[in-house]
């Protein structure tokens, strides 16, 4: 029974899954006898690997990467300043084609980020400049995901 165990153990799942679902057996050299093993002899169960999501439906099975890449956490960041600095501008009664000054400081990775990033940032929203300072005029603390930054907004 354990030659058993370590030759299923040592098998390529997916390779012997297809095995299985083309001929409803799989064939199994178990200490030296060869071995035919029918799909109802076997268990089958299927896990899910952590970081993916799957699902299934109509004969199809679809699988999801939900692993963050640093660039996925970065365009967060950004989307997130984007969605802050976008409802400062309506707070503050800001017209929707007024252009604005943004002002940033409290948190060096979200500055990092926005400098990076700030052509983008800076056509979304308006703004003709991003000063990495004490913010003036309209000022609110966020928190970004976890990370505390101070913004500000002026008309121009």
Not at 95 to 114: K, L, P, Q, R
Request: hydrophobic share 40%; aromatic share 6%; glycine share 8%.
């Amino acid at each position: 029974m354990n030659a058993l165990k370590e030759a299923l153990a040592a098998l390529d799942g997916a390779k012997a899954m297809a095995q299985l679902s083309a001929s409803g057996s799989l064939p199994l050299d178990v200490s030296g006898v060869q071995e035919v093993i029918a799909q109802e002899d076997l268990l089958i169960e299927t896990a899910q690997k952590d970081g993916y999501v799957t699902d299934e439906g109509s004969g199809y099975t679809v699988v999801l990467d939900t692993n963050l890449t640093p660039e996925l956490i970065e365009e967060g960041y950004v989307r997130e300043t984007i969605s802050k600095l976008q409802t400062m501008r309506k707070d503050a009664g800001f017209e929707v084609m007024d252009h604005i000054c943004v002002y940033v400081t409290g948190n060096a990775e979200i500055e990092a980020i926005m400098k990076k990033n700030e052509a983008e940032i800076k056509k979304v929203v308006l703004a003709d400049e991003i000063v990495y300072g004490t913010p003036e005029s309209f000022v609110k603390e966020w928190n970004l995901n976890g990370k505390d930054v101070t913004f500000g907004v002026r008309k121009v």
